[in-house]
């Protein structure tokens, strides 16, 4: 059982400070869902996590032990899936991933590589260009992708974004089984009762602090719902 | 290393295949760089032995010009749908992204003089299948990449990169844009080796320590 802490992390961009002090705990198998309004630093916060960008102050813990989240090791560890696809649109599905296979010096076999493709839907797409794919269909290819690399840490900014029904229930069922693999998995939404079914807790992002980490434990979202945005809290003063 | 050279091999094949199919560099700078030698043309009339000195010259220009246009969009396919963050989260080592870009971006510049050369040479009458001058316009066209896919890399993030690149670009290359021309003339009309091997040596010296230096502050550029 691995446990990462990330202790402390403070960003600012000039005299605004986006992120103070922020502490997050998880352990693996684990899917902390972040909330926050528009603006509240949680695209920052995961792009700092996955060390695409510097914080001004705070560390790593793996286990106890001190990594940087620079490092290239630790990028290697974590998956990211953001609002843009990383997706190279002039390439099909299939060489997107055979390229980013690669890169991780992870050789599938072409086989391999299309059944990962079918796994999320995407079996007669493999050969098209990406450019030639809808929203959804490269939200899914994104996901593939992002997984290549049987990552320790998935980082998803709001990744329910542009799926459909079908596409929505294989992106729960992908994160069921990620967890089940003991992957550790972060991720931010707008809509937190879509990704109800496979969260185990919710954390709020409130002008640059998080919150008390609100762990599901077989509640439903309408009892979790106060703590996570008490009433005196005003929802203008968080952006 | 193997792994380094794996991935940098991986990367060049992304690059060419990318570039194979959407034609977006090698499109602008050819068709700048056509269109520049016609002007060129039309708007001097030269005799053969100008025509030797400022060949070098005008041929450099061209290059330049158009290569600046391809680098302006070498990292556009990074750039549209944020894959220069899955490289950065997917490498073992960020030098070999820039490494890889600046193959890619010397391999278009060699096709760019491939291309070129025999045209003006068409066009002016004038024999430029001279190895050393072929010699002297691949060394510059490396240190250019080598300079250019640097300041490419950190002005592909703002919104003016097409006037930012050109305005931090040409004063770093002012050593070679000399060099180039300088050595140039001197191999056109047949000047001694002695008198324009400096220039050479400004050449090969310049594109060493530009790559040296991109290889180090990549990883910073990148991150901060």
């Known amino acids: ?239 | 290393m193997k792994n380094w050279l794996s991935t940098l091999k991986t990367l060049i094949w992304k690059d060419l295949l990318q570039e194979w199919r959407s034609k977006d560099m090698l499109t602008a700078m050819l068709a700048f760089a056509i269109l520049s030698i016609f002007i060129f043309n039309y708007a001097m009339e030269l005799d053969p032995r100008q025509r030797a000195e400022l060949a070098p010259g005008i041929l450099w220009v061209v290059i330049t010009f158009s290569g600046t246009l391809g680098l302006n969009r070498s990292f556009v396919a990074e750039q549209e749908q944020g894959s220069f963050d899955a490289l950065v989260m997917a490498v073992p080592g960020l030098a070999s992204i820039w490494f890889a870009k600046q193959i890619s971006n010397f391999l278009m510049m060699l096709v760019l003089i491939v291309i070129v050369l025999p045209i003006y040479s068409l066009l002016y009458n004038q024999n430029l299948f001279i190895p050393g001058l072929w010699l002297t316009l691949i060394l510059g066209a490396w240190s250019f990449s080598a300079a250019g896919t640097l300041l490419a890399s950190m002005t592909a993030q703002t919104r003016m990169r097409d006037l930012l690149l050109p305005v931090l670009l040409f004063p770093i290359l002012m050593p070679v844009n000399m060099a180039v021309v300088k050595a140039g003339t001197g191999i056109m009309t047949g000047a001694a080796l002695a008198s324009y091997q400096v220039w050479l040596s400004i050449l090969l010296v310049y594109g060493i320590i530009m790559t040296t230096i991109s290889f180090m502050v990549f990883d910073y550029v990148i991150l901060e």
């Open chain 1, 1 to 239: 059982m691995t446990q990462i802490e990330l202790q402390g992390i403070s960003k600012s961009y000039g005299r605004l400070a986006v992120l103070k002090n922020c502490d997050l705990a998880m352990q693996s198998g684990q899917l902390l869902c972040l909330l926050g309004n528009n603006g509240a630093g949680k695209t920052t916060f995961l792009r700092i996590v996955s060390g695409l960008l510097s914080a001004d102050k705070g560390k790593l813990l793996i286990d106890g032990e001190e990594w940087s989240l620079k490092s290239p090791e630790w990028r290697r560890k974590c998956a990211l899936v953001a609002h843009k696809t990383f997706l190279y649109q002039n390439l099909s599905g299939l060489e997107n991933m055979r390229f980013f296979s690669r890169l991780y010096q992870r050789e599938f076999s072409e086989e391999e590589l299309r059944k990962r493709l079918a796994d999320t839907g995407l079996t007669r797409s493999a050969d098209k260009q990406v450019r030639l794919y809808s929203r959804g269909m490269q939200q899914r290819l994104t996901l593939a992708r992002a997984l290549l690399s049987d990552p320790d840490f998935v980082i998803m900014d709001e990744p329910f974004t542009g799926l459909d029904k079908d596409g929505s229930a294989l992106l729960v069922r992908m994160l069921a089984e990620l967890k089940q693999q003991g992957a550790m998995i972060l991720m931010t939404s707008h809509d937190p009762q879509a990704a109800f079914a496979v969260t185990d807790g919710f954390v709020r992002l409130s002008m640059g602090v998080f919150g008390k980490v609100s762990l599901v434990d077989g509640k439903g979202w309408n009892e979790l719902e106060p703590s996570l945005y008490p009433q005196n809290t005003p929802e203008g003063q968080t952006a």
